[in-house]
């Protein structure tokens, strides 16, 4: 009848079989070819099987298994696609290759007098390439993206060079899980980060400073007045988000004590049983004598120092970086009690809503990036 789309019935040998079996059961094959594979099985076992029953057989549309009746019916007997049309690949995956290889390259190994390469750093030196030839920068850029290469970009970082990191670090990270020594807390026993922000400028604009409009940023002028600086030093606890504060003209030993006396005078630190103080190697606190000489005047006090260049395992540096995105910057202060004041006014601010971090790196985190990190020259 007009109308009705022929019904294509292909026949396949028993080594095609064979091979469809095994490529059926094989998990590494690729989806698409064992789903062709599983197709050829089931014809065989069923050859008047229409193709909507099959389709759902295989949770496929009809289309596609009319397709491939077509195809091994009027074609060569293949699971494989076929060769798309269109332009033919100019450049070969070795060439792809070669230019990941050049961008993961300095550009110092190949006497360039520059930094880091961009997309027409690249094209300018892959011109002379016999074996290349020219190729756009966006072609370039695509190439590189498939593999998330971006040589234009870097980040910062720095090599831990204490040779007890782990042993320094692990008992801070417990703490901050809750447990000392393989013991859970008690109530009365508290864990405090603390540290000091230093040299927080007050920079009064030049002129008067407009906030947002309709369709407008937020103004601030570029050049300003320096006002002086100040020192926060601050102590979080890490447990129940209660942060303590104060500004002081200078940092050292003297500002530092303040702080801790601000914290342990006052309850529930000063009946504790124990307050563990994690703190830097700042020059202020720094040493087994800092220690000793704070665990004379409060005896519950336990002062811990994180290894060299770890302030990245003090919490207290998390609440320093909301500090200077929500408060300091932009920096617009008529002077040092104006600086001060909104400070302190932020920090009992934030506490009002605030939670405790929920900080889920463990010792078993260091332990495997400490591992990576010994294979990095």
């Known amino acids: 009848m007009p109308g009705l789309k022929p019904i294509y019935r292909p026949t396949f040998t ?15 094959a690729p989806f698409a070819v064992v789903q062709r594979a599983k197709l050829v099985l089931l014809l065989e076992q069923q050859p008047d099987l229409e193709n909507p029953a099959a389709a759902r057989l295989l949770g496929r549309h009809e289309n596609w298994v009319r397709a491939w009746r077509k195809r091994w019916v009027t074609s060569d007997y293949s699971l494989e696609d076929q060769p798309r049309s269109g332009r033919p690949r100019i450049y070969t995956i070795q060439d792809h ?9 300095f550009p110092a190994q190949r006497e360039q007098p520059l930094s880091r390469y961009s997309t027409m750093d690249l094209v300018r030196l892959i011109k002379d390439e016999k074996n290349i030839g020219r190729m756009s920068g966006s072609t370039i850029w695509r190439i590189l993206d498939r593999d998330v290469i971006k040589p234009w970009r870097f980040r910062l970082w720095i090599f831990p060079r204490d040779p007890q990191f782990i042993e320094k670090a692990n008992p801070i990270l417990d ?26 400028q007050a920079r009064r604009r030049t002129h008067a400073s407009r906030p947002c409009n309709p369709r407008q940023l937020a103004l601030f002028e570029h050049e300003y007045e320096r006002q002086g600086a100040i020192q926060y030093l601050a102590a979080l606890d890490v447990h129940r988000m209660k942060i303590f504060g104060r500004c002081e003209p200078h940092t050292g030993k003297a500002s530092f004590w303040r702080l801790v006396d601000d914290v342990m005078r006052q309850e529930p630190y000063a009946s504790a049983e124990r307050v563990f103080w994690i703190v830097d190697n700042g020059s202020s606190h ?3 004598k800092a220690a000793a000489e704070l665990k004379e005047k409060y005896p519950q006090l336990t002062l811990l120092h994180l290894p060299v260049h770890a302030s990245w395992l003090n919490q207290i540096e998390i ?10 910057m932009p920096n617009d202060f008529e002077n040092l009690q104006t600086l001060t004041d909104r400070i302190l006014a932020f920090q009992e601010y934030y506490v009002q809503n605030a939670k405790p971090f929920n900080w889920r790196y463990t010792r078993e985190d260091l332990k495997r990036q400490y591992q990576r990190l010994q294979f990095v020259t």
């Open 14 to 28: 028993p080594g095609q079989i064979d091979a469809a079996t095994r490529l059926s059961k094989k998990q590494t």
């Open 97 to 105: 290759a070669q230019i990941k290889a050049l961008a993961c390259e």
């Open 175 to 200: 703490l901050y899980q809750g447990c000392w020594q393989g013991q859970a807390l008690g109530p009365r026993e508290f864990v405090l980060s603390a540290d000091e922000k230093t040299s927080i």
């Open 286 to 288: 720094r040493g087994p």
């Open 319 to 328: 609440y320093f970086s909301i500090v200077q995105r929500k408060v300091l």
